[in-house]
Each structure stands twice: as structure tokens, then as C-alpha cells.
């Protein structure tokens, strides 16, 4: 009964790949995100999608795409992958209500490019 | 450059003694603060939140308390427990929007 559940769980990929991480919240949420944290533990958003619409896009490289088909899906899809997108991405989901602000992350995909 | 700052990455702390983390930000825009707490191979979990209309909120052994003037939040966890160890976030919003700034983390062991 997972609230906000991610696939894969572990992804090991070589270099210049094509890949995608899938993400599905139960809670009813309007608004989802993905995040990167990388080697140093660093916490950064990367997307955030509200009803599928895209309302926060930091800077990414191109190379990622995110795709929400309905508000309780958001995947990412991620091209060409290099060395440096190894790290743990992370999706979450919040209520996208101006009184609630607390985000409720799914279990993160350890993607490793070799 | 870093706006949510947490400049111990590490504490050790007995059980039943009390645990203060800290953050610092730098961003006066920030409005709305919060604690997560995650363990290995999870994803990070809600603990406690705080408005920056308020300086103290408390839920059961947690408690969090904001400075505006300094840019300054705590977190207080007493009496502390061996299952309170895991790696503590604090994170901050600002104005409008959805957008959380992390910290870095710091990792709480609690020892018997």
C-alpha cells in the first residue's frame, strides 16, 4: 500500500543509453516532482508537474524529459546518459494546496552509468 | 551557493539524552520551513514543519525552533531513541510555489 512508489528501484546502464524511471503517487496529490541527490548528499529539484502541467524546471540538461500522462504518474526519461547522471533520483508528491507544503518522497532509484 | 546550509554532517548523541540539529539559511524570502528525516535506502519522510510567522512547534519528542533574525532553525529530539537515527534534512520554501531548498543533511546516531 505505498503512497508514492518508483521503478526500477536500482538501474545500472552504460554510457549513451536511453532510460526511464516511472513514479506513481496514491495519495490523490495534484502536484509531483522529481529530485537528484547526488554523491555529496545534495538534495535538488529537478521538475515539478501540477495536474500535468510542468510548473518548475530547473536547470536540467535537455537530456531529461519528464512526462506526467495523468496527476498521479510522473516518469522520467533520460537520453544519451552520461557518467555524471549517476546518482539517486528521487520522486515526490505533495497536495499542491497553499496550506500544505510537506512533499512525501517515494523509496529513490539508484541509477548507475558506467 | 548553498542557501540552506547544515554544517554538521555528523552527531552522536546517548539514548534518552536530547538531540539538537540545526540549519541555517541565508535566503530572507524563505517562509516556510521543514525537518525530514531519512534512512539507508529510503526516501526522505516528513517529520515536523514550521511557518515563519510562528518561532516554536512542537509534535510529541520533536520540536523545531526558528530565529528569523538570525536565520536560524533547530531541531530538538527528547528523549532520543536508538530508531531516531538516520540522516536529518532540513528544508525551506519561499513566497508561492512549491519549490524546496535542501540542506545537506546531518547524520544522527543515537547510542545506547
Known amino acids: 500500500d505505498t503512497a508514492v512508489s518508483q521503478t526500477p528501484k536500482y538501474l545500472v546502464t552504460q554510457m549513451g543509453n536511453d532510460k526511464s524511471i516511472k513514479c506513481e503517487q496514491n495519495l490523490g496529490h495534484d502536484t509531483m516532482y522529481w529530485y537528484k541527490q547526488d554523491s555529496k548528499k545534495f538534495l535538488k529539484i529537478m521538475f515539478s508537474y501540477n495536474n500535468k502541467e510542468l510548473i518548475i524546471n530547473e536547470t536540467v540538461p535537455n537530456r531529461f524529459s519528464p512526462k506526467s500522462p495523468d496527476k498521479a504518474h510522473l516518469n522520467l526519461h533520460i537520453n544519451s546518459l552520461e557518467l555524471g547522471d549517476s546518482a539517486v533520483y528521487f520522486c515526490?508528491?505533495?497536495?499542491?494546496?497553499?496550506?500544505?507544503?510537506?512533499?512525501?518522497f517515494g523509496p529513490g532509484t539508484r541509477l548507475t552509468v558506467t | 551557493d548553498q542557501q540552506v546550509k547544515q554544517n554538521s554532517p555528523s552527531l552522536s548523541v546517548q539514548e534518552g539524552r536530547i538531540s539538537i540539529l540545526n540549519c541555517d539559511y541565508t535566503?530572507?524570502?524563505?517562509?516556510?520551513f521543514l525537518w525530514y528525516k531519512k534512512y539507508p535506502a529510503e526516501g526522505p519522510t516528513f517529520l515536523i514543519s514550521?511557518?515563519?510567522?510562528?518561532d516554536k512547534n512542537e509534535d510529541g519528542r520533536f520540536t523545531v525552533f526558528l530565529n528569523k533574525s538570525a536565520k536560524h532553525l533547530s531541531l530538538h529530539i527528547v528523549p532520543s531513541q536508538p530508531g531516531d537515527s538516520a540522516v536529518y534534512f532540513c528544508a525551506a520554501k519561499a513566497g508561492g510555489g512549491n519549490k524546496l531548498t535542501f540542506g545537506t543533511g546531518t547524520q544522527l546516531k543515537v547510542e545506547l
Open positions: 514550521i511557518s515563519s510567522i510562528k
Open positions: 515526490a508528491s505533495s497536495q499542491g494546496d497553499s496550506r500544505y507544503y510537506e512533499q512525501y
Open positions: 535566503n530572507s524570502m524563505f517562509d516556510y
